[in-house]
């Protein structure tokens, strides 16, 4: 295959399409980058020259905005004529779980991934390297390869070689995660388009980071590896229960295990439930694979980490009732974090969800301060277009969330909620007052000595 890769298109200018991009076109200046997305307030605000409006909050990516937009990257809603032009083509679209049909609240929407591989079947020109960087089911390039087949037979000059090349970051630190990966993942069954993507990452990425396998180990372990994340997970918060009840300490334990070099001591904070777009999707969709492939046992063993997560959600909840003495009734309730995890703007699945929606159903008020996810959107997650939302208040400062309310409720770990003035929260508490640390961010004596009552999680 011998040309060289100068124009890359990425379909999909999502939290991950965006800051991918951006981190390629930085270590790859002359390679043209450019990402298209159908939804044109979207690429509006990518090209916004106000920074703070970009689509997606990460640290260090407005850096990288501010010094390759317009250079090498770029943001169009002209798919037809992007795609056309590029020698590459990254498909990182979004994947949800089917919300009906068969295998809905299981099996992944292929929807848009679907629509993408048309666009590319009829707009590509020549040889195009078509790469699913979108988390997929194992075996999504067959159907891929049958659409851009399909095209090939229909005109000659089309020739496509589709690999696969999930990614790993996570969000609030996806710029470090795509400097710095842990290992990046290329799978495929036409070595010189492997390695093409694979020269592309080795301009930033040391040689013996980059994995080289067959498509379908690709496809698997990208859904294999979040599983095993979001088992950890469930796994610590079971345990946090069990120490809540025995006087054990989740943090000790949690010390303790991970000391063990075999179990290690990354991804074992306790915590409200792990939310995000894309763990809950991930291992339904293993499941619903399993449970396509006979393997009946498996199934049920992922799903008891979903099962997990949501017992942990609805457990603070109730939690939260009985030590307000059984109702809420008429009682305003201050939700310091809303995002699913510190340094992102994305509330997808955030446990604070369905926490509030649970203490929005026993009839609380709730004084909402997040520092990023903005009103609209959490108005949006917790109630329908035209409900009242009259029960629903957004704070613009951690100390708005404390006026009148019996209870402080901490969802997310942001840095600013480590040092927060309890005495002048308390003044505006309702006595007696709680506050219920889902996520060890506070100084339990600190607060107590504010003659406020503390609910740690995972701890007596
Ligand atoms: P997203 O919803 O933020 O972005 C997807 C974008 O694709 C949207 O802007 C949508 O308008 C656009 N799109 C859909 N169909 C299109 C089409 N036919 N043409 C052009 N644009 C189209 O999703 P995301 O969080 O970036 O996730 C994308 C994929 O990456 C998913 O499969 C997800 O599982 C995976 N992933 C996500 C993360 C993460 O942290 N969010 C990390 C690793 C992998
Ligand atoms: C996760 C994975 O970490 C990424 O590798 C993967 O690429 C990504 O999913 C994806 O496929 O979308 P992300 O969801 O962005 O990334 O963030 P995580 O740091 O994994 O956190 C997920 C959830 O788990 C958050 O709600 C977080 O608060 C929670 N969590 C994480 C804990 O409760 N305890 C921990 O120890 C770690």
């Known amino acids: 295959m011998n040309f060289n890769i100068r124009k890359v298109c990425c379909i999909g200018a999502g939290f991950v399409g965006g800051p991918t991009m951006a981190v390629i076109a930085d270590n790859c200046e002359d390679i043209n980058v450019t990402v298209v997305d159908i939804n044109k307030q979207k690429i509006l605000d990518w090209n916004n020259s106000d920074l703070k409006q970009l689509p997606v909050y990460e640290p260090g990516l407005e850096e990288i905005i501010q010094r390759r937009r317009n250079k090498n990257l770029f943001f169009s809603s002209n798919v037809e004529q992007e795609i056309s032009e590029a020698d590459m083509i990254f498909i990182s679209v979004n994947t949800p779980t089917k919300t009906k049909g068969v295998g809905a609240g299981k099996a992944l929407d292929l929807k848009w991934i679907e629509a993408s591989a048309r666009q590319v079947a009829k707009y590509a020109k020549g040889r195009t390297i078509v790469v699913e960087k979108s988390t997929l089911p194992v075996k999504t390039a067959e159907s891929i390869k049958k659409i851009l087949e399909a095209a090939s037979f229909d005109d000659e000059q089309k020739h496509f070689y589709v690999i696969s090349n999930p990614e790993f970051l996570a969000e609030g630190t996806a710029i470090s995660d795509l400097q710095k990966p842990d290992r990046i993942l290329i799978g495929g069954e036409n070595k010189e388009a492997v390695d ?15 994995i080289k396998t067959n498509l379908w180990s690709s496809e698997l372990s990208k859904l294999t590896a979040n599983a095993f994340l979001a088992q950890r997970i469930s796994s610590i918060n079971s345990i946090s229960a069990l120490c809540e009840a025995t006087g054990a300490d989740i943090n000790e334990v949690s010390l303790a295990i991970g000391m063990d070099k075999r179990i290690g001591s990354k991804f074992l904070n306790a915590g409200p439930g792990f939310g995000g777009s894309c763990f ?24 008891k980490v979903i099962d997990i997560n949501s017992w942990q959600k609805e457990r603070i909840s109730k939690i939260v009732v009985e030590k307000l003495f059984g109702t809420l009734t008429n009682k305003k309730i201050g939700i310091l974090g809303f995002s699913f995890k510190a340094n992102t703007n994305d509330s997808r699945e955030s446990p604070a969800i369905k926490i509030c929606k649970n ?38 400062s ?19 909620f480590k040092d927060i003035d309890w005495s002048l929260m308390k003044e505006n508490m309702r006595s007696p007052s709680w506050v219920f640390d889902t996520r060890d961010i506070i100084d339990e004596k600190l607060i107590k000595s504010n003659g406020i009552n503390v609910w740690k999680l995972g701890s007596y």
Request: proline share 1%.
């Open 196 to 210: 093409k993507l694979g020269d592309i990452y080795l301009r930033w990425i040391e040689k013996d980071k980059i």
């Open 280 to 303: 809950q999707k991930d291992i339904l969709n293993l499941v619903y694979l399993c449970n396509f492939y006979n393997l009946k046992e498996v199934a049920d063993y992922w799903k």
């Open 359 to 396: 203490l929005l159903e026993e009839g609380a008020k709730l004084l909402i301060f997040d520092p990023k996810v903005n009103s609209k959107q959490i108005k949006k997650d917790l109630i329908n277009e035209n409900e009242n939302d009259q029960n629903i208040q957004i704070c613009n």
């Open 398 to 416: 951690i100390y708005e969330t404390s006026k009148g309310v019996d209870a402080i409720i901490i969802i997310t770990e942001w840095v600013e």
